[in-house]
């Protein structure tokens, strides 16, 4: 069985950083793309970023250039580094994978920014 399990939420000044993780575990992690997501307060669930197999990553246009998306294959572990947080970037952020055809995610970790 597939587990994410995601970690690193917490308040932050906008213009300050914060270090989600999130571990993964029932899969051969280093073979699958790993994403993250996120879902602000009345809005729709966005992708935020991935990380591919081969590390090759990509960014959602709104965190370009501040987040950064990396992994660690033996830790069974993907990062989203995000720094010069703004007030929009508050919301829900989720790891996902797509394992087998199907889609799992974690239970997700809030992320508040405060002016």
């Known amino acids: 069985q597939v587990q994410l399990v995601e970690s690193g939420g917490g308040l932050v000044q906008a213009g300050g950083s914060l270090r989600l993780s999130c571990a993964a575990s029932g899969m051969m992690f280093r073979f699958y793309s790993m994403d993250w997501y996120r879902q602000a307060p009345g809005k729709q669930r966005e992708m935020v970023a991935r990380?591919?197999?081969?590390?090759?990553?990509n960014y959602a246009d709104s965190v370009k250039g501040r987040f950064t998306i990396s992994r660690d294959n033996a830790k069974n572990t993907v990062y989203l580094q995000m720094d010069t947080l703004k007030l929009e970037d508050t919301a829900v952020y989720y790891c996902s994978a797509l394992v087998s055809g199907k889609r799992y995610w974690g239970e997700g970790t809030l992320v508040t920014v405060s002016s």
């Open positions: 990380i591919t197999s081969g590390g090759s990553t």
